[in-house]
């Protein structure tokens, strides 16, 4: 586990949002994040490699609760919000009160608030979903979601996860779980508990040392499933305007994990994104991805460690809540740009509209709309 990082309170005054105007050059930079203890430790990995990258700056830490944190019972796609994770961050970023915050990117809204950029994404190792078993189901030598029984029922908090399981396991029964990663071990721990297993993201488990309670591991090439947009990654927001902060980032990414490492990292990242953005997708609609990079021709995967191949393989799908329906497709481009990446992920999306994917969103959209109403009425 990364080491702790000190918090502490925001200043009582702004400080100046556009550091270029400063006599001397900025040297403490505030970073903000989530109360969680997961949000905790990702945190710590940034302030780590920012301490470590600029030892003559200081980067105090301000956790916050967000809407998302305050509200534990309520399933996600019941939310009409993109930002559950991140608005009382924003808005403390947007203020000047914070320079940087931390997000897990899969759960940082792909449209951002006016003046805010994703500076960073770093981090990114494991990008796969998991699957937990119960005490019970551990006991029985079960592993995988095919290992378990008619009616038994798996717990996520994700309506992508749901839709596949629904989509490969129609004979599995799938159910809302909310909290914190010790909250969901826990509840499915309980003695009498309804679940036979979690799906989670396996970084998640990881990161807080939870990578021993890992059953099986979920991706295009273990079981067909794909993953959330920005999985695994960590994503850093920044003003637009803040030329500092920008340079810090640029050094975070080219410095931290090697430059063309990092370059590949933020730019798979943007192409998802970006697909996701263009889908008009938030983390209430299933819409999974999967990217690597690959050789020049599109065969064969580079290792991490190649970087000389530059060409993005995406497979990208989009699921009716109900796992009935399903659009697929995959698409390979040389990607030497952050440009090139965005457009990239556009037209992936382009593609997948094509072939249907365009009726799926607007039935799920139409559907929450007429749920809200009738909650309003």
């Known amino acids: 586990m990364a080491t702790a990082i000190e ?48 030892p003559s700056c200081t980067f105090p830490t301000h956790p916050m609760a967000t809407m998302g944190d305050k509200n534990q019972t309520t399933a996600l796609h019941a939310f009409n919000a993109k930002a559950l994770w991140t608005h009382e961050l924003e808005a403390q970023l947007i203020s000047g009160d914070l320079d940087l915050v931390v997000h897990s990117l899969k759960d940082m809204p792909t449209q951002l608030p006016e003046g805010c950029i994703l500076g960073a994404a770093i981090s990114r190792s494991e990008r796969r979903d998991c699957v937990v078993m119960s005490p019970g189901n551990v006991k029985m030598g079960k592993k995988t979601l095919g290992d378990l029984e008619a009616g038994e029922v798996v717990g996520t908090s994700s309506v992508r996860r749901g839709a596949q399981v629904r989509r490969m396991f129609p004979h599995l029964v799938v159910e809302s779980v909310r909290g914190s990663i010790g909250t969901r071990l826990a509840k499915l721990d309980a003695e009498g508990a309804e679940y036979g297993c979690l799906i989670l993201a396996a970084a998640g488990l990881q990161r807080t040392e939870e990578g021993g309670r890992i059953s099986s591991f979920l991706s295009r090439r273990e079981g067909g499933w794909l993953g959330a947009v920005g999985q695994g990654a960590l994503g850093v927001e920044v003003r637009q305007s803040d030329k500092e902060v920008g340079e810090l980032m640029q050094g975070l990414m080219s410095k931290a994990e090697g430059e063309a490492i990092g370059q590949r990292c933020y730019w798979e990242c943007l192409a998802e994104r970006s697909m996701l953005r263009t889908l008009e997708g938030g983390c209430s609609v299933p819409i999974g991805v999967e990217t690597e990079w690959v050789k020049g021709n599109g065969v064969g995967a580079s290792t991490a460690a190649d970087t000389t191949q530059q060409s993005l393989l995406m497979h990208a799908i989009v699921v009716s809540v109900d796992g009935t329906r399903a659009v697929e497709g995959s698409r390979t481009q040389a990607i030497t740009s952050a440009e090139e990446a965005e457009e990239f992920g556009w037209k992936m999306a382009q593609e997948l509209v094509e072939k249907g994917a365009g009726k799926i969103l607007e039935e799920i959209l139409l559907n929450r709309k007429i749920i809200a109403e009738q909650d309003g009425a």
Do not use: M, N
Not at 16 to 25: K, M
């Open 7 to 54: 918090t502490s309170t925001l200043p009582t005054t702004s400080h100046d949002s556009h550091p270029s105007t400063q006599s001397t050059p900025k040297t403490t930079f505030h970073i903000g994040t989530r109360r969680s203890a997961l949000a905790l430790v990702q945190t710590s990995v940034c302030h780590s490699l920012l301490t470590r990258l600029y």
